[in-house]
């Protein structure tokens, strides 16, 4: 299993940016996607988490700015930010538990895509 996450870059603040997450491989269902991040001298920490029976969950610091969701179809989770501050400029890393075809479950790392945000 594979995750290949993309959509980072610059953006001014006040700025939006869609980060994208794809899964690929022998998946048989996804249960929790989520979203990290890990700024500059910070430990990771989470952002946001999508889990396959509708429940979300936004982390205070980015709530009314950042909404995750989902296409089951495509093994696929989005991160919409908006209104986005400097204080977002981080890596951002998105995660699955990931049943495979041989039934097992086990979390799966996307590679992290980049977000700067300038003042």
């Known amino acids: 299993v594979q995750l290949q996450a993309s959509g980072g870059g610059l953006v001014q603040a006040g700025g939006s940016l869609r980060l994208s997450c794809a899964a690929s491989g022998s998946i048989l269902s996804i249960n929790v996607m989520g979203w990290y991040r890990q700024a500059p001298g910070k430990q990771r920490a989470l952002v946001a988490t999508s889990t396959s029976g509708g429940g979300t969950y936004v982390a205070d610091s980015v709530k009314g700015r950042f909404t995750i969701s989902r296409d089951n179809a495509k093994n696929t989770v989005y991160l919409q930010m908006s209104g986005l501050k400097p204080e977002d400029t981080a890596v951002y890393y998105c995660?699955?538990?990931?049943?495979?075809?041989?039934?097992?479950?086990?979390?799966?790392w996307g590679q992290g895509t980049l977000v700067t945000v300038s003042s």
């Open positions: 995660k699955m538990y990931v049943e495979r075809s041989d039934l097992i479950w086990n979390d799966y």
